[in-house]
């Protein structure tokens, strides 16, 4: 799924449920391509990064980027 396709998924699905942090997460790893660069932008560990990924693609119940060993798709 191309990275538009996805984008507007999230943006359609926004819900009460989501936090800022979140979508600014979400647009970190999408910026950054990866994990752990979305982690240095936000001056976080990529664990907590990996959490409130996970969170946001349960609560949208979709998978918003392929993960690689390369980063993020």
Do not use: W, Y
């Not at 997460?25 to 936000?42: L, P, Q």
């Amino acid at each position: 799924m191309s990275k538009i396709i996805l984008f507007s998924c999230l943006i359609s699905n926004i819900s009460r449920f989501m936090d800022f942090r979140q979508l600014r997460i979400f647009k970190a790893v999408h910026d950054a391509g990866s994990i752990v660069g979305a982690a240095d932008v936000e001056r976080c560990a990529p664990s907590v990064v990996a959490h409130h990924l996970a969170n946001l693609e349960s609560s949208l119940k979709q998978t918003l980027f392929e993960r690689s060993s390369r980063g993020v798709v």
